[in-house]
Every structure is written in structure tokens, then in C-alpha cells.
């Protein structure tokens, strides 16, 4: 049996892509940073579910999350699915907080990049993969998205020269669009108008199960290839 981590599982994309695997007989471990909404979440998930509340900022939770793994005989797949907008309303650069940035950093590319880390000896011996979530933000020039952008782009570059360096393990990076959740709504964007987070999902299902080689991937090219 396979087992994924899946950050940020709790809402929207990651508990869509957790319910996915779970229907393929995955063994998951899920965490979020709401205790409450997680245990709702890894109830409705459904099978083999391993929770843990906690934020992928902080060492000793990314810890808790790697003993886990373990725990679990090793890991399969690592989805570096949590993330944060950073400053609401969305500053333009000339008015970004650069506490702010340097939080929205922590959480969006060194949080990962320290949890690879964690988990990676496991994933090299079991010929694992590595699948983070990044934006259309991290290659696009958008008002008022360059500090969350920047965030995804030093997370895409990691994601580049880790899978050149690692060459036992692939490395998605992927993008998986515009998508009806809580996140796009606190960015002032039209979120009712998006489509859910189940079709993204369904699109980086897809990647899993197929398995092509390591790079960067958008989920509405994914689902044009049915």
C-alpha cells in the first residue's frame, strides 16, 4: 500500500486531492493548522487517515510530520500542498510589508524545501515523488500578487534543481489553476466563478498515476489530454 503526505488538507485542493488518493487505497497523513477543521476534514476524507494539526512553519510540527512517515514504513509521495497568501488585501510590492514577505517565504518555499528534507532519504529508498503546488502567479507579472508570486517562483526553482539533483526521486511542480476556494476569495478575486478544486484534483490524480518525468505541469493541460 502507497502512503502520501498531504500538507494543507483540510480545505480545498489538498483535502480534494486527499479524497482522490484515498479512493485509490492510498495511506494518507494530512495536516492544516485548524485542529477542528483537519479532524472534520480526515473524517470526511474517508480510509487509512493519519492526522495531525500543526503549521508546516514550524520544525517541531514538520518533526511530528517525518515521524509519521516513518511511523508509516516511508513515504510515497510528498505533496507540498500548504500555503498562505501573505498580506491581505494584496499589497502592490511598493507597499508590501517585508515581515510579511519574509513569513509568506517561510511557509511557501522553505517550509517545503525544510520538509523535503525531512522525508527525502524515505523517498529516495522507495523511488518517491515529490508534487508541489505552485501558481500561475510564479510566472506571471499580476498587480498585486508579486509577493505571494515570488513566494511560488523560489519555490518552483527549488522544485527545478531538486529534481536535477535527485535523480531517485521525481519532481512535479504544478499549477493548478484558478479554483473555488476559501484562498481565492481572501485575494478579492471572483472565487464563485472558478471551478471547484475536485477538477485540479482529478488533474494531478491523473499525474500521480501516470508518473511522466520530472517538471512543471498545469492541471488544465493535464485534463486536455483525456
Known amino acids: 500500500m502507497k502512503t502520501a503526505l498531504i500538507t494543507g488538507a483540510s480545505r480545498g485542493l489538498g483535502r480534494a486531492l486527499a479524497r482522490a488518493l484515498a479512493g485509490d487505497g492510498w495511506t494518507l497523513i494530512v495536516d492544516a493548522r485548524d485542529a477542528a477543521v483537519l479532524r472534520a476534514a480526515a473524517a470526511e476524507i474517508g480510509g487509512a487517515v493519519t492526522a495531525i494539526a500543526g503549521d508546516v512553519a514550524d520544525a517541531a510540527h514538520r518533526a511530528a510530520l517525518a515521524r509519521a512517515a516513518a511511523d508509516a514504513g516511508g513515504l ?3 505533496v507540498n500542498n500548504a500555503s498562505t497568501l501573505g498580506t491581505t488585501p494584496l ?15 517561510a511557509t511557501n518555499a522553505l517550509a517545503p524545501l525544510a520538509l523535503v ?10 523511488g518517491g515523488a515529490v508534487l508541489n503546488i505552485s501558481s500561475d502567479a ?6 498585486a500578487w508579486g509577493g505571494y508570486g515570488a513566494s511560488k517562483a523560489a519555490l518552483e526553482q527549488l522544485s527545478r534543481v531538486l529534481a536535477e539533483e535527485e535523480p531517485d526521486v521525481v519532481v512535479w511542480w504544478a499549477d493548478p489553476g484558478e479554483m473555488r476556494t476559501d484562498m481565492l476569495r481572501a485575494a478579492g478575486e471572483d472565487a464563485d466563478a472558478a471551478p471547484p478544486p475536485e477538477e485540479a484534483a482529478a488533474a494531478l490524480r491523473r499525474l500521480i498515476i501516470e508518473r511522466p518525468p520530472s517538471g512543471r505541469y498545469r492541471a488544465a493541460d493535464l485534463a486536455a489530454r483525456r
Do not use: M
Open 76 to 78: 510515497d509521495l510528498l
Open 91 to 105: 499589497p502592490r510590492l511598493a507597499d508590501q510589508p517585508v515581515e510579511d514577505l519574509a513569513r509568506t517565504f
Open 117 to 126: 528534507q525531512a522525508v527525502l532519504p524515505g523517498l529516495r529508498e522507495r
Open 138 to 143: 510564479a510566472v506571471e507579472g499580476y498587480p
